[in-house]
């Protein structure tokens, strides 16, 4: 008879969040100065050249950059692209597109990940309203990051907030993970399921939370480029993602910008001070319930 054996969860000791705090600060500088670079004209591979500079000015190596054959520091998804669009020196941003840019950086050996979707000058209302759905599903399910929950509390949470913004499509192909000397490690964070299952949270442990999710249907498709994730019926789309860590007074968002504000955060209730109740742990250690298997860079289905 062979015992059932769950994959381990890395947990982390307070100098090691630290340090993903510092790797999550990189991206979350890189990816101010790419939303204030965002402009009709400008190319995604301008964006990517822009990011690779931020990142490596910073002491930092691009986690993105030949992840898996990935040829680019950053994934720029424009329109009904959903993730890993590959920067372009020939895609030219247009007034009214919307754009995701997802964005991952190694510091001394830890990583941090995030994305964000903004639109290119002036966008239609239902365009802004489907940024705003899933940023703040995404802010629904860190609320959820706290000791004692389910990891599925985080997947329902997303799930229910994204339905109670109107008729998006959620996508299921492509989840959230776990991270730290990894870019992609256990767990995989689901954006739909029941709460209750799946591993307890526990303090010290590391979340990529990462919803997606478009204005038609919920079916995507991989281009022949072996990377750009599209939605079927070329409804746009729009992709959030923050590394949390959980602490024991709630949520760390390691890659929100020191000294950000956010009115979706506080209206979920997540804080967006510094956090840092981390008791001292094992470096590794296994989980005490089920997990679910995650999929691949920027989403993991596989860049970032």
Known sequence: MRLRREPAIQIKVPAQIERMYAAGQVVARTLAVLAHAVRPGITTADLDAIAEREIRDAGAVPSFLGYSGYPASICA????QVVHGIPNGGQRLRAGDIISIDCGAILDGWHGDAAISLGVGEIDPADQALLDACEASMWAGIAQAVPGRHLSDISNAVERSVGAAGNYGL????????????????????????P??????????????????????RHVAELADGWTVVSVDSSRAAHFE???AIAADGPWVLTALAGEKSALAERAGVSLDRRGLIPAATAVTRADDGLVKRTGPGGDGDVG
């Open 77 to 80: 998804s424009v329109n009904e």
């Open 171 to 194: 996508i299921r192909e492509y989840t959230g993970h776990g991270i730290g000397t990894e870019m992609h490690m256990e767990p995989a964070v689901r954006n739909y399921g029941l």
């Open 196 to 217: 209750g299952q799946g591993p307890r949270l526990r303090t010290g442990m590391a979340l990529a939370i990462e919803p997606m999710i478009t204005r038609g249907g």
């Open 242 to 244: 923050h590394t949390v």
